[in-house]
């Protein structure tokens, strides 16, 4: 069973950085999606990014030209490099794995973090 831990999150002043990344444990399926997702107070949790197992990636528009999403072959984890950060980019970043190619709808994934907290101050 595959089991995800998000770490990396932190406080940050408007146009700062942060580097998020989630240990991946177990067994994880040849053929599977991992993305990264967000929840922000008072509204429903949106997709960032997504990468498929052959290395395929997508971002929401937000989230293009800032962030980036990799995964780490040698050390078993999903990262994201997000720059510029806004005040809007405040909330609880998840990480998730699909065992198979979707896209970025929460409902498509069957494994998440526990999350961790962004907060970008003005």
């Known amino acids: 069973q595959v089991q995800l831990s998000e770490s990396g999150g932190g406080s940050v002043q408007d146009g700062g950085s942060l580097r998020l990344s989630c240990a991946v444990s177990?067994?994880?399926?040849?053929?599977?999606?991992m993305a990264w997702f967000r929840e922000a107070p008072g509204k429903e949790r949106e997709g960032i990014a997504f990468i498929h197992s052959d290395g395929n990636t997508r971002y929401e528009d937000f989230a293009k030209g800032r962030f980036t999403i990799s995964r780490g072959s040698a050390t078993n984890t999903l990262d994201l490099a997000m720059n510029s950060l806004k005040p809007e980019d405040t909330g609880t970043y998840y990480c998730?794995?699909?065992?198979?190619?979707?896209?970025?709808?929460?409902?498509?994934?069957?494994?998440w973090g526990q999350g961790t907290q962004v907060t970008v101050s003005s």
């Open positions: 177990g067994h994880t399926p040849e053929i599977n999606t």
């Open positions: 998730a794995m699909a065992p198979q190619w979707v896209r970025l709808r929460p409902s498509d994934y069957n494994t």
